[in-house]
Every structure is written in C-alpha cells, then in structure tokens.
C-alpha cells in the first residue's frame, strides 16, 4: 500500500496520519469481513439524541449492474476515477428526528462522525476511503427510492491504494503531491475569534 | 478510567468501542499537550477541495473568566452537567468556500469528520468527549465576534470519565446505562433503499 502520511506539527495517532483520499485505487476486492466493519464502525458513531441520522447504499464491483447504479449518482469528473474502486457507497442524512418529526440541525454533522468512525476503521485494515461532496442527489432519490425526508448527502470510493505511476492524467500527480493543512493558530482560537488558542 | 465498551456484533478497532460520551467527569485537568494533540488530529481531517471549513474556540478551567464565557454558550440543561469538564470548545462551522465565496453543501460534515478525528484522538489519550447540539449560536457570535459566513456549530466537553456513584441526580445512571445502536440491516442497504445489504 502506497502511504501517504501526514507531515504533523505535533504527535498524533497514527491512525489519524495514514489516513488519506486516493484517487487511483488497485485492482483488488474489499474484503465482506473488511466491509462489514467499515460499517460496523460508522454505527458506533455518536449522534445528537442518539438519533443515528445516517444510512448508506453500497455497492461492490461483483455486482457489475449495482456497481454501475451506483456509480450513475456521481458526477462525471468523480465518476472518471472513482470507478476504479472496488467498493462504492452513499452517504445518506434523514433530516428530522423520528421521535418528534422536527429538524435535526446537526444532521449532517453525525453523517460525518459516522464517517470519521468508518475512515478509522477504513485505516485500521489499511484500506483508504475517498468521500465525494460531488454527487446527484435527486438522480438517487429516483433510482434508489430514498424517501422524501432522507437525502444522499456524500459518495464514498472505497479500496486499497494503487499505484500513482500506473494513473491516466493528472491522477498520480495529486496522490503524489503532499498533504497540506492550515496551522493550529489559524482555526484554534481562544479569548475571541482569530486569537491564537496558544496550542 | 471507567470505561463503556460498545457491545459490536462485528469485530471493529478498539478506538471505535472504547469511545462514549460522558455526563460525569472527573476532577482532574486535561494536559496542554493532550489538548494540543487533539485539535492537530482535527487539523488532518478530510473536507471538500481540502477547505477545512472546522474552527474552534476553546476554554480551559485554568482561565476561569473565558471558562465561564464558553460554559454560558451552552443551553442550560447542557450547562448543569459540562460544568464539571475541564475543558469546553465550541466547534464553528464556516458555511461558503473561501476560493469562490459559494455555499458548501458539505461544511457541517466535514465539521463533524474533524470532531471524529478529534475523538480518536482523544480515545487514543484515555480522554473523553461529550459533544453537544445544544448551544446558543446568537450568544456565541456575540461574546465572540464571530463574523457573519461562520457559526458556532457543536459544543464540546472534554476530560476524564468521573465516577458515576458521585454525580447529582440522573446522571450517573445515564453514565452507567448500556450503549445501544440500530442494526446495520436498518441503515446499510443495497440495491434500494430499505433493502439490507446483507453484511
């Protein structure tokens, strides 16, 4: 597996630093025990309520008519390379609380901690996980028949790495090119807005 | 540490079991380093075009002045309980893309793949987190000066587990309740919506 590790400014886990998102992926299956965990995970996620406003539409390359479904709910520039990937999936929110029907503000935040719990366990079994904001919703709505109050919200390429030289285009440059992230002092702050937490 | 292990029906890392969110803390203050480390794990996180739409304002009980400021962000019933943390932030969400000033659909996921990464972190470090929906946004903007295209998002308390037996009120049974989730049939489908994906 190629790796890609983050340069940190301080020691973090290093399940946290060889996570990255890949655009070219090797030509190998995802394991169903490797699978079954990803979602495992993403299911032990915390959740405002306890509400769990998260569910996902997975595909796999064994089914080539699935895989080709699911792969129709991206947009074109993300279909060029994440149809390399073995494992395909949605990412979908449902808006409002069960219990009392009314507006979950941080719906979509949970869909993201539930795919903050699968990217662990995603690098745990050195598999990596490229997630997608450019998808069409609507286009899923039709073809999986998503009900009016859940929503496709993201796409996951899910695989293992492959290799950069191997890639058409501008493909390998970008999972060649190093990870970049803005300084603590920048988004930490203390005091007021823009005032350097001091970390 | 007490500690709540998630009962899995499929083996995932112990990062993801051993994560929960507590009412109880205890008495004991969260190292600088460890507090350092946690938003370095958030700063490595996945977003959209890599914009990193996450800030945050945080508070530790060694400035009981800005302490206090946090804790009068959050809505009173979260107040009675993440008073005993040690340390309090509020996570800010900013809503357009700095490049081109466009809405991003995805920020307050990608806000909450930051919090996951912080939260492995955090587990890594034997320190809990309990986040929170319930904030006051219009209060924290003000005490803040947050500017107009961002808003506090979440509430977070972090520390060390307390001992259940020597918290007021309900809250220790909270701490001590089972943690529970749905079964992936429910939310892991495949083909259409509703239809378990089988794993």
Same mark, same amino acid.
């Given at each position: 597996?190629?790796?890609?590790?983050?340069?940190?400014?301080?020691?973090?886990?290093? &399940?946290?630093?060889?996570? #990255?998102?890949?655009?070219?992926?090797?030509?190998?299956?995802?394991? *169903?025990?490797?699978?079954?965990?990803?979602?495992?995970?993403?299911?032990?996620?915390?959740?405002?309520?306890?509400? =769990?406003?998260?569910?996902?539409?997975?595909?796999?390359?064994?089914?080539?008519?699935?895989?080709? *479904?699911? &792969?129709?709910?991206?947009?074109?520039?993300?279909?060029? #390379?994440?149809?390399?990937?073995?494992? &395909?999936?949605?990412?979908?929110?449902? $808006?409002?609380?069960?219990?009392?029907?009314?507006?979950?503000?941080?719906?979509? $935040?949970?869909? /993201?901690?539930?795919?903050?719990?699968?990217?662990?366990?995603?690098?745990? @079994?050195?598999?990596?996980?490229?997630?997608?904001?450019?998808?069409?919703?609507? @286009?899923? *709505?039709?073809?999986?028949?998503?009900?009016? /109050?859940?929503?496709? #919200?993201?796409?996951?390429?899910?695989? $293992?790495?492959?290799?950069?030289?191997?890639?058409?285009?501008?493909?390998?440059? @970008?999972?060649?090119?190093?990870?970049?992230?803005?300084?603590? @002092?920048?988004?930490?702050?203390?005091?007021? #807005?823009? =005032?350097?937490? /001091?970390?």
């Amino acid at each position: 597996m190629s790796i890609k590790h983050a340069e940190t400014d301080h020691p973090i886990h290093e &399940l946290a630093t060889r996570r #990255w998102s890949p655009y070219v992926f090797a030509d190998r299956p995802v394991a *169903r025990e490797d699978l079954t965990a990803l979602f495992e995970a993403a299911r032990w996620a915390a959740s405002s309520f306890n509400e =769990q406003p998260w569910s996902y539409l997975v595909a796999t390359r064994e089914e080539p008519e699935e895989y080709e *479904r699911l &792969l129709s709910c991206l947009v074109e520039p993300n279909q060029a #390379w994440a149809k390399a990937a073995p494992v &395909l999936a949605l990412g979908v929110v449902t $808006h409002r609380f069960k219990r009392n029907d009314k507006p979950n503000r941080v719906a979509t $935040h949970d869909l /993201g901690l539930a795919a903050g719990n699968l990217l662990l366990e995603a690098t745990a @079994r050195e598999l990596l996980v490229h997630q997608m904001a450019g998808i069409l919703p609507d @286009r899923a *709505r039709e073809l999986y028949s998503i009900p009016s /109050g859940s929503e496709a #919200w993201t796409g996951l390429a899910i695989g $293992h790495a492959g290799d950069p030289e191997s890639a058409d285009g501008g493909l390998g440059d @970008r999972d060649r090119a190093p990870r970049t992230r803005k300084p603590l @002092r920048e988004f930490v702050f203390s005091g007021r #807005w823009g =005032q350097a937490a /001091g970390l």
